[in-house]
């Protein structure tokens, strides 16, 4: 792979730890070259290893206009399992990032009250959660990065690291690898 000083990322700022795989998950999403996103890592995420969201600062702005950050836990805590970074595959890590892009791109087309409205829905019912969620899931794969996404499932379900509550939360909340597949499948159809 290239250098990163060879790269060019348009508005992104990207930690130096990940740069090579936020390169390969912004190359799938072309309609967020101009899109201003920050990635940083951030200590203790609520039940997740990354968080995409609107900046505050940018909500009064135009949608066109607006700004996005992606926070990731460097270091985590599942259940009373340490995790970090360090142990997350690099074809697992295009694919959460490629899952976090999917809800940027959900984000883009809602007007500044639909966002506020949407974060409150979020937080308050599961069944917005799993229909966000799936949602992203669902751009990633549109975009390209299926197989990547089932590795992140994978990577999940099968981590014996991982706690059963937590396995069993993005069993119910996420696409399940054999969904994804349906969705890479019926991908594959419309090409041919």
Partial sequence: MQQKDSLELNNKIVPDEIWREAY????????????????????????????AQPKVSSLLKNKKDRSYIIYINKE??????????SMVPSEVLIGWLGHEMGHIMDYQDR???????????????????REAERAADTYAVN????????????FILNHSQLSDVYK??????YLSPDEIMVLIDEIHEEID
């Fill in 168 to 173: 069993d939360r993005i069993a119910d909340l």
């Fill in 111 to 129: 007007s500044s009250i639909d966002l506020v409205w949407f974060g409150i829905k979020y937080f308050t019912s599961k069944n917005y959660i």
């Fill in 24 to 51: 390969i998950a912004f190359s799938h999403y072309p309609e967020l070259k101009d899109t201003p996103i920050e990635i940083r890592f951030k200590r203790n995420i609520k039940k997740s290893f990354m968080q």
């Fill in 76 to 85: 985590f805590n599942i259940e009373g399992q340490e995790f970090d970074l």
């Fill in 143 to 154: 975009h390209g990065l299926g197989e990547q996404i089932i590795a992140t499932k994978n």
